[in-house]
């Protein structure tokens, strides 16, 4: 069976199986948001894909994505579901801009937000915070 979009349920973040630590406190912030536009990839036996775009303001949204492991092994499939649903997405919230946070160290990603359209505006220094306590002062 082919794998089908449908709208995000928040038991999807809770059932994807990422190669990466995914924290509980990560995936209860997702679904705390209601002012989102969410969808997962999803076949029969798992989840694939969740993703989105959180309206910031009138016009904006920012855009994130989870990826299972599964979604790893169908890079076209999952890239031009990507695609398709966030065009979706800009067009039913009348948006004339979405951006997204990627790892600089993660080079499959920011090749992935590339190919998607997004460009490189710069970089937040100290995002996402460290598991650790925050530095007593601010880092030059």
Not at 1 to 25: A, C, G, K, S
């Amino acid at each position: 069976m082919m794998p089908r979009v449908i709208p995000l349920h928040q038991d999807h973040l809770y059932e994807i199986q990422t190669n990466f630590e995914f924290p509980e406190t990560a995936k209860d912030a997702i679904v705390a948001s209601a002012d989102a536009d969410s969808f997962t990839l999803c076949d029969e036996d798992s989840v694939i894909m969740c993703g989105g775009v959180h309206k910031m303001w009138t016009g904006v949204g920012e855009a994130w994505l989870v990826l299972s492991g599964r979604a790893y092994e169908m890079p076209i499939t999952v890239a031009r579901c990507t695609q398709k649903v966030f065009q979706t997405i800009i067009e039913n919230n009348n948006l004339w801009r979405i951006q997204a946070s990627v790892h600089t160290g993660d080079e499959q990603s920011i090749r992935f937000a590339e190919w998607l359209g997004f460009e490189n505006e710069g970089m937040m220094k100290m995002f996402p915070p460290p598991h650790s306590a925050p530095p007593t002062s601010p880092r030059p």
